[in-house]
């Protein structure tokens, strides 16, 4: 029975052991032996070689497909057929550190999260129970890559605000020490508005695990420089619409979170918990243990080498 052998098909299926960072690459070239006499695969720590000896019509046949990662960083391919070199050069570029630790620099996470938080019992049914985030974890991180790309350790910087909310009739007051507060309104109002946005600048120190082909889970601690915090109250009155935004308040400079994800590919969900309080201490109701459950976008950020 006649047997056909594609050898450049046989040699890209063991490409991925070499690198498995190299670039996808077309068949452009296939050689078929009928009935070959012995077929011998051979595969090291960064070469491939076939060689097929004899066939059905030349028991002296020789034939040698060749595949080495060069120190230069790329794949090169050789034939060779009854000791006559057919070609060789290099097809393709390999990333010689997969298997071994390097650094990366990247960019991931962009996050929009709802959750709740604390408050003390003179606030309760004053503030909204729940609040929002949105931000980017790592707008820039460097990274130590290690087992294989499967795990990571980076240390980032990214951008965060979370928001807070009062129920109806309050809105947002300031005295003039600088203490935040709230008043109720009296009259009949509507189109109310009255919220608090802080602004953070975020230093995630995170560990990542790849737990498969698409599977990724991710643990850290994040320290929040509050750089900025101010409210917005707006209603209507009548006919009449009011606006008051105050800047400069005294919000908590740093603080610490926790944070963990599990992701699917690019796509993922996470929980981050902060326990210390917004304002500082006598500065503004006491708003702490912030949890917050949301989505985030991960797609540009973990990748396996």
Known sequence: MKKQISLLLVAMMALPSLCAASEAMKDDSVKVIKSPEKVIITKGDASFRLNVEGN???????????????????LYASESEDGKVRFTHP??????????????VFTSDLMFGWG???????????????????????LVSLARI??????????????????????????????????????????????????????SMQFPLMFNQS????????????????????????YRIGKSDYTETTRGLDQRKISFD??????????????????????KDGWGPEIKNRWT?????????????
Request: charged share 20%; hydrophobic share 35%; net charge positive.
């Open 116 to 138: 709740g938080h604390s408050v003390a019992d003179a606030d309760r049914g004053i503030l909204k129970k729940s609040m929002s985030e949105i931000g980017i974890l790592n």
């Open 146 to 199: 290690f087992n294989q790309g499967r795990s990571r350790v980076s240390l980032g910087v990214g951008f965060n605000w979370h928001r807070y909310n009062l129920n109806k009739p309050y809105i947002w007051t300031r005295s003039a020490e600088g203490v935040l507060g709230y008043n109720q309104l009296t009259e009949q109002f509507d189109k109310h508005h009255a919220t608090l946005l802080v602004r």
């Open 258 to 279: 926790g944070i963990a994800m599990l992701s699917w590919g690019g796509l993922g969900v996470y929980f981050r918990y902060a326990p210390q309080s917004v304002m």
């Open 56 to 74: 059905e019509s030349d028991k002296g046949y020789r034939y040698e497909y060749q595949v080495k990662a060069r120190e230069d960083g790329k």
């Open 211 to 234: 737990l498969g082909k698409r599977w990724n889970i991710a643990v850290g601690a994040v320290m929040n420089w509050n750089f900025y915090a101010d409210y917005k109250d707006s």
């Open 293 to 305: 459950l949301g989505l985030v976008l991960r797609g540009f950020g973990f990748h396996r080498h």
């Open 91 to 104: 097809f393709s570029k390999c990333d010689s550190n997969y298997k071994k630790p390097h650094w990366q």
